[in-house]
């Protein structure tokens, strides 16, 4: 360090009078200046400021100087006497000392002096860190034993990361020993003993990973996509269940030309960065890849723990998938409690399969795609509920159809917030329960309807859709599309089917021939038993050129659902998204065409709608009718606004009639088919007439339970629009 010369504390002494003079002047000189002449400019040591006048303090001592130039020694002068003063540096060179050393050493008492400070301080603070650190470490200790001692705690799983060496063929472990496997996993031993001679599968099923969990790498998967993993896959697989411990999966593809089986009861599944489980190897024709197996499992109370496969993407084979089949299980115990989540299946002629004794499947954020066949097939006589599929993903199935389900199922099916895209049709419904809540739909192109459901065996059949969109793709081959199909029952079933669309919005994006929305060709002859098909709609239709229509047959009630705002009749055209309701599917003249019971709907089941009879078929007729409870003795009040338009009425004229009947089940006739009035008279040639009212008091006989109001000609063409057609018990 550099040193810094002056001059130290001088005092101003009288030798005359021995004694210390306060308050007296000095000047400095260079030492060459004898004659005292030139007064030298005194500094301050440390600033260098200029020092006005040197003086004596009050008690004859002067402050510190330097000079400039820094000689080492000056004269001083005041009053007669002169002194010479030699500074600081010049008394060390007058030592024979080095100045830089001495200065080095004067910082360096400095330095100590202020660690000394230092030390003191943080002695007494650590005296106060100690007590509180003793109180913590008092609390902690018996958390970090309860951490060191959890086998799947991250912390443990970092340390023996650290300080875990690699696993050493025929070395003695103890129990809880961790190592790194040869394929670079952490792991901990199960049981005390020897290692084998080298790593094998059975070597790999003497260690669990730190949290409690197997990997497939350890089995010899590798995930490279050209080696044959399935030996490996399926030794991983029973190790899982063995040890009822999650398998861990790597992320690639896993090339697999052996069909897996999963003990779900026993072990999930956890899939890595993008696993694939790719089957497209496999030539073996009609079996499936990944089977669940429900036959073992620990007790009663882990049958109510879900099963969880998770990240795992299913692959078949996407030129020649119409071999193979996805997923399914074994049916010799209940399948329950599975879940699949952010999965993908794609490439095999069926996609899914779910037969007997399966209930509580759950499909969370999964996608299926490009089947060959169905994508969803349930079937089997215990066949239970909640199945769910939600935030799912069905699309680019080839020919066939999204969702089966077999005569004998009774399950319930539940789809919320999916999107179906493409196939043939979204579903072949042959029993069960299938709802749709807020899903999406488009792209069904190729088969004869969207949604076509049947009756058979002992199961009814129910489709329920709620809110969503429906978008009507245009058909390959031009024909209209049919959105939703009763078709007729299988193995003589009675057995009734329901539908009810609400809030689904229905946009006609086909720019062709537009859509029948309803078909009945059930071919069904009960409109009023308890085994009639049931059928409810309130979507909301966008316009449609030409309109669509409802072919409702003579075994379907109609249960509300105003589809559009009526015309103004008597312009002869039909607005182009009227809804229209045809009765020429039916092959009998007697049956109602269409029905609606007032026991089981609210007061505007037809508001909105238009009934006609085919131009080209003589004979169907449109028919109208409305049921009702009623009591003897209180007068019933019959309301209905219709109008016509080109309708020509070749024998009678349109009739309303009334039924009575002793029970509610119409199984007792009091009277029946009693003229109340003739809304329209016989036509002969075709006519238009706008809007009219009529209302008609009905007087229930004795006994009566149940009424019937129905009006119609077996031999009409043309077109009536109907509203407003209520019932009520007057006071």
């Not at 049921?627 to 309303?656: H, K, P, W, Y």
């Amino acid at each position: 360090m550099a040193f810094q010369d002056y001059f130290g504390t001088p005092i101003a002494y009288d030798p005359t009078q021995d004694r210390l003079v306060a308050d007296a002047a000095f000047t400095v000189h260079a030492t060459d200046d004898t004659s005292l002449s030139t007064p030298l400019t005194v500094l301050e040591p440390g600033s260098g400021a200029t020092i006005p006048e040197l003086r004596s303090s009050s008690i004859g001592v002067l402050p510190d100087f330097r000079v400039d130039g820094n000689p080492p020694q000056v004269l001083i002068k005041s009053g007669p006497f002169v002194t010479k003063l030699t500074s600081v540096y010049g008394a060390i060179l007058a030592a024979g000392l080095d100045p830089d050393t001495v200065a080095a050493a004067i910082q360096a008492g400095a330095d100590a002096t202020a660690a000394r400070d230092v030390a003191t301080s943080a002695a007494d603070d650590a005296v106060a860190a100690a007590a509180a650190a003793t109180a913590v470490g008092t609390t902690n200790d018996a958390i970090m034993a309860g951490v060191a001692a959890d086998q799947g705690s991250e912390f443990l799983g970092q340390m023996s990361a650290t300080f875990a060496g690699r696993w050493q063929a025929n070395r003695h472990y103890a129990a809880g020993a961790v190592v790194i496997t040869p394929a670079g996993n952490l792991v901990r031993r199960l049981t005390e003993g020897n290692a084998a001679a080298s790593w094998t599968a059975t070597e790999a099923a003497q260690w669990v990973g730190t949290r409690g969990e197997i990997f497939a790498t350890d089995f010899g998967v590798t995930a490279d996509g050209t080696t044959d993993d399935g030996a490996a896959m399926v030794s991983a697989l029973a190790t899982a269940a063995t040890l009822q411990v999650t398998l861990r999966l790597p992320g690639g593809k896993v090339k697999v030309n052996s069909l897996l089986t999963w003990k779900h009861r026993l072990h999930d599944i956890e899939g890595g960065s993008n696993t694939i489980l790719d089957f497209s190897g496999i030539s073996t024709n009609n079996v499936t890849v990944f089977t669940l197996d429900p036959t073992a499992f620990v007790s009663d109370i882990a049958q109510s723990k879900w099963s969880v496969c998770r990240g795992v993407h299913f692959l078949g084979s996407l030129s020649n998938f119409t071999n193979t089949h996805g997923i399914t299980h074994l049916t010799t115990a209940d399948t329950v409690n599975v879940r699949f989540e952010n999965c993908s299946v794609q490439g095999f002629k069926n996609q899914v399969v779910l037969k007997d004794n399966a209930y509580l499947w759950k499909f969370s954020n999964c996608s299926f795609r490009y089947a060959m066949g169905r994508t969803f097939s349930f079937g089997g006589l215990n066949m239970g509920e909640n199945f769910h599929f939600e935030h799912c993903k069905i699309f680019n199935n080839n020919n066939d159809t999204f969702v089966y389900t077999a005569p004998t199922n009774a399950g319930d099916i539940k789809f919320s917030q999916c999107s179906f895209d493409g196939g043939a049709q979204v579903a072949d419904l042959n029993g069960g329960t299938v709802n749709w809540d807020d899903c999406h739909f488009e792209g069904t192109k190729y088969g004869p309807q969207w949604v076509k459901m049947t009756s058979g065996g002992s199961a009814s059949t129910v489709a329920k859709f709620t809110g969503g969109q429906l978008y009507i793709s245009t058909r390959t081959d031009s024909v209209r599309h049919v959105l939703f199909r009763i078709g007729a029952p299988l193995g003589g079933s009675t057995n009734p089917v329901s539908l009810s669309v609400d809030g689904l919005h229905i946009i006609d994006r086909s720019n062709s021939a537009g859509a029948i929305l309803v078909k009945d060709e059930s071919g069904l002859t009960h409109p009023w038993g308890a085994s009639a098909n049931l059928i409810k709609m309130r979507p909301q239709i966008a316009p449609f050129s030409p309109p669509q229509e409802i072919a409702i047959g003579s075994a379907s009630q109609w249960l509300g659902g105003a589809l559009a705002a009526l015309p103004t009749v008597g312009t002869g055209t039909a607005q182009p998204h009227q809804a229209q309701f045809r009765s020429s599917y039916s092959t009998s003249t007697t049956p109602l065409a269409i029905s609606f019971d007032s026991a089981k709907t609210n007061r505007d089941g037809i508001a909105g709608a238009v009934l006609f009879s085919s131009a080209t078929t003589s004979g169907t007729g449109t028919f109208l009718a409305r049921r009702f409870l009623c009591r003897a003795g209180r007068q019933m009040a019959v309301s209905v606004s219709f109008a016509r338009e080109n309708l020509l009425i070749g024998t009678g004229g349109m009739d309303m009639r009334v039924s009575w009947w002793a029970d509610t089940s119409a199984t007792t006739a009091i009277s029946t088919g009693q003229l109340v009035a003739t809304l329209i008279p016989q036509a002969t040639t075709a006519d238009t007439v706008g809007w009219r009212t009529v209302m008609l008091v009905l007087n229930p006989p004795p006994g009566a339970l149940l009424g019937e109001v129905w009006f119609g000609n077996a031999a009409m063409s043309g077109k009536i629009w109907v509203q407003d057609f209520d019932i009520l018990e007057l006071t």
